[in-house]
RNA sequence: GGUGUGGUAGUUCAGCUGGUUAGAAUACUGCCCUGUCACGGCAGGGGUCGCGGGUUCGAAUCCCGUCCACACCGCCA
């Protein structure tokens, strides 16, 4: 063994022990005739010390040592004359008898320490030095924390992982797959699965009653800073349940990981409708650290001759509590944000709610304080508070009152990543209409069932139906998502013809789950959980890059492989696939 | 596909309205230093100012194009 012992463990209790430790160096503090060097492993750092009146060869090896060396030290547990209160191993240092040095190392063209001087760029590339940072380890332990607690919960409850195939048939519902050639079959591809899907629910009708697995998935989409072209799911499937089991037993994991994750009781999970969700809120996924409801003020503002009111479809208002002091400066530059073309609102109004009970409202000309108040009282505004008024057609005004009061509340510090708000977003519509490509689609994916009360609608009235869907949502991000599925052949036929798949179509791309159906499937449903997120989630941070070990960049290349690449001609020429010019 | 921000020493950045020998910090190299822990002191090396074009007597600086990174919109059943 190159070591009895790591370099975050040793303590004043092992003064005397000879011990050996191996790692790296991470700094090394040279005075001449003393020089001390820092041991880092994943464990900690441990101090080495080398003087001259001990040991003058071994110093003049000491002061030789850079960065990122790999040495092996064999010496006494001293008790330091200068403790270091900073970190756990600082009332000790090693004494070296014995140094070896393992390898050598290039100067690292960052600093490898909590707080690195690299960008994110240069990181990327040499991401095995910046994993060797305590910040980036942290997440990687958190990770595999979370990792450990589903597995635990879900054990616990009779689950069963089974691992899905990866090369699967490519659909063009939904996300853009990435696609593997096929050398055995030229001219055909696999996909790689957005989600194992499909294959969960064969699990189901296979009898294997509860399924688990925490599962890379793969979608061809552009990425964000929560979103990666492959990234991995908890994904969950239970036969015999009905929504209510579902929520109840993923509200008890979802309570078990921040509990012994984070130590957090987030409580019972209150629910929303998707309908009360986008009315309050404007938003399937809201933010419930705070209030800051819509306030619908339609009936209020119509026939006073403010023209932009008078013709627009939705007059909407928040409160942003003792926000009335704003300068012209700030009004001006918060009318500027909401213009931005990501927000694309026309213009924003604003009353502010004085102390002394007067308002004063950038619409004056055509309100008088008897409107103002009225608006104030619609919307629950006290004195000192700030009104702010967005308007135009429904759908559009909601999404940008959204943003306009996500943005208010992390000006007003309600939005602190230590706590935790979660809820279920319940009863999503069954399918949206797409104008552009004038169909339907399904809002989850087309094996959600609709609510058995509104199947009828299902050729008369899809917009209005209502689905057994659910998502869970936390702090404003979605979390997770599932439904109950269909496991009726004939419903899922209805289903498929109302997305405008042909009965060819669909027998083409999932007849084999058809054919499943028709063997008894059982009543089943299940959840997929963003594992990523949910991790960076725990970790408080918005990205969720460094919590994945090897992430891609922007363009969905791996910097540090520099992938994609190029193939050789004949690797092309085994596939039979031809580049075009 | 679009919007925004950025690209200058190994690294992180400053360099404004055009005129400097292109700087700072840190890292690196050498010398000095016996109790540091962001050690300190002295000295030194280090630059295709992303790339291409243009304006100008003169461009890191202004303009156009392009590439790259990040954030966002579209997209993500």
């Given at each position: 063994?190159?070591?009895?012992?790591?370099?975050?463990?040793?303590?004043?209790?092992?003064?005397?022990?000879?011990?050996?430790?191996?790692?790296?160096?991470?700094?090394?503090?040279?005075?001449?005739?003393?020089?001390?060097?820092?041991?880092?492993?994943?464990?900690?750092?441990?101090?080495?010390?080398?003087?001259?009146?001990?040991?003058?060869?071994?110093?003049?090896?000491?002061?030789?040592?850079?960065?990122?060396?790999?040495?092996?030290?064999?010496?006494?547990?001293?008790?330091?004359?200068?403790?270091?209160?900073?970190?756990?191993?600082?009332?000790?240092?090693?004494?070296?008898?014995?140094?070896?040095?393992?390898?050598?190392?290039?100067?690292?063209?960052?600093?490898?320490?909590?707080?690195?001087?690299?960008?994110?760029?240069?990181?990327?590339?040499?991401?095995?030095?910046?994993?060797?940072?305590?910040?980036?380890?942290?997440n990687l332990m958190l990770r595999h924390q979370v990792a450990r607690q589903v597995r635990n919960y879900l054990d616990n409850l009779q689950f069963i992982e089974v691992e899905t195939p990866v090369l699967i048939k490519s659909t063009p519902e939904g996300a853009r797959d990435f696609i593997v050639p096929s050398r055995m079959n030229p001219g055909q591809f696999y996909a790689l699965p957005q989600s194992p899907q499909t294959f969960k629910q064969l699990l189901m009708v296979s009898g294997f009653d509860r399924y688990y697995q925490i599962v890379k998935c793969f979608r061809d989409e552009d990425l964000r800073a929560d979103r990666q072209p492959e990234f991995t799911q908890i994904d969950c499937e239970m036969s015999f349940v009905e929504q209510e089991d579902i929520l109840n037993l993923f509200e008890g994991m979802t309570r078990h990981l921040f509990k012994e994750v984070k130590g957090v009781d987030i409580g019972t999970l209150p629910r929303m409708t998707f309908d009360d969700a986008m009315s309050k809120y404007g938003n399937d996924k809201p933010d419930i650290r705070f209030g800051m409801e819509f306030n619908y003020l339609n009936d209020l503002v119509k026939g006073k001759g403010f023209n932009v009111f008078e013709t627009a479809e939705c007059v909407l208002a928040i409160c942003a509590d003792n926000c009335a002091n704003y300068t012209r400066k700030q009004l001006d530059e918060l009318t500027e944000w909401v213009k931005r073309p990501q927000i694309g609102a026309k213009g924003l109004v604003y009353v502010m709610c004085n102390a002394d009970g007067s308002y004063k409202s950038s619409v004056d000309k055509f309100y008088n304080q008897d409107d103002l108040k009225a608006w104030a009282e619609r919307c629950g505004a006290k004195a000192g508070d700030l009104l702010l008024l967005l308007s135009g057609d429904l759908h559009q005004v909601r999404k940008?009152?959204?943003?306009?009061?996500?943005?208010?509340?992390?000006?007003?510090?309600?939005?602190?990543?230590?706590?935790?708000?979660?809820?279920?977003?319940?009863?999503?519509?069954?399918?949206?209409?797409?104008?552009?490509?004038?169909?339907?689609?399904?809002?989850?994916?087309?094996?959600?069932?609709?609510?058995?009360?509104?199947?009828?609608?299902?050729?008369?009235?899809?917009?209005?139906?209502?689905?057994?869907?659910?998502?869970?949502?936390?702090?404003?991000?979605?979390?997770?998502?599932?439904?109950?599925?269909?496991?009726?052949?004939?419903?899922?036929?209805?289903?498929?013809?109302?997305?405008?798949?042909?009965?060819?179509?669909?027998?083409?791309?999932?007849?084999?789950?058809?054919?499943?159906?028709?063997?008894?499937?059982?009543?089943?449903?299940?959840?997929?959980?963003?594992?990523?997120?949910?991790?960076?989630?725990?970790?408080?941070?918005?990205?969720?890059?460094?919590?994945?070990?090897?992430?891609?960049?922007?363009?969905?290349?791996?910097?540090?492989?520099?992938?994609?690449?190029?193939?050789?001609?004949?690797?092309?020429?085994?596939?039979?696939?031809?580049?075009?010019?």
């Open positions: 063994m190159y070591r009895s012992h790591n370099c975050g463990e040793l303590r004043i209790e092992h003064v005397g022990q000879t011990v050996r430790l191996a790692g790296w160096v991470a700094r090394r503090r040279d005075f001449g005739a003393l020089t001390f060097v820092d041991l880092r492993d994943r464990y900690g750092i441990t101090q080495l010390s080398f003087n001259e009146e001990y040991n003058k060869v071994l110093l003049d090896s000491a002061r030789s040592l850079g960065r990122e060396f790999v040495v092996q030290a064999i010496g006494k547990v001293t008790e330091r004359s200068n403790k270091n209160s900073k970190i756990p191993t600082g009332d000790i240092e090693i004494v070296v008898e014995e140094l070896q040095i393992l390898n050598s190392s290039l100067v690292p063209p960052f600093s490898i320490e909590e707080e690195t001087d690299g960008g994110d760029d240069i990181r990327m590339q040499y991401r095995y030095l910046d994993l060797r940072r305590d910040p980036v380890r942290q940008q009152m959204s943003e306009l009061r996500l943005e208010m509340g992390q000006r007003l510090g309600y939005r602190d990543k230590n706590v935790f708000k979660a809820l279920w977003v319940i009863d999503f519509p069954l399918v949206e209409f797409d104008a552009d490509n004038n169909r339907w689609h399904a809002m989850h994916h087309p094996f959600t069932s609709p609510k058995p009360e509104d199947l009828d609608k299902l050729e008369t009235d899809p917009g209005a139906i209502r689905a057994n869907a659910y998502d869970l949502v936390i702090n404003g991000v979605e979390i997770g998502g599932g439904s109950i599925r269909i496991h009726d052949k004939n419903v899922q036929s209805r289903m498929f013809k109302l997305l405008g798949f042909s009965e060819d179509e669909a027998k083409y791309q999932f007849g084999f789950l058809m054919n499943a159906f028709e063997f008894g499937a059982p009543p089943h449903g299940g959840i997929a959980f963003g594992f990523d997120r949910l991790c960076s989630m725990f970790g408080g941070a918005d990205s969720i890059r460094d919590f994945i070990a090897f992430p891609k960049n922007n363009q969905g290349r791996d910097m540090m492989i520099d992938a994609p690449s190029n193939i050789e001609n004949k690797q092309l020429d085994e596939l039979k696939i031809a580049l075009k010019a």
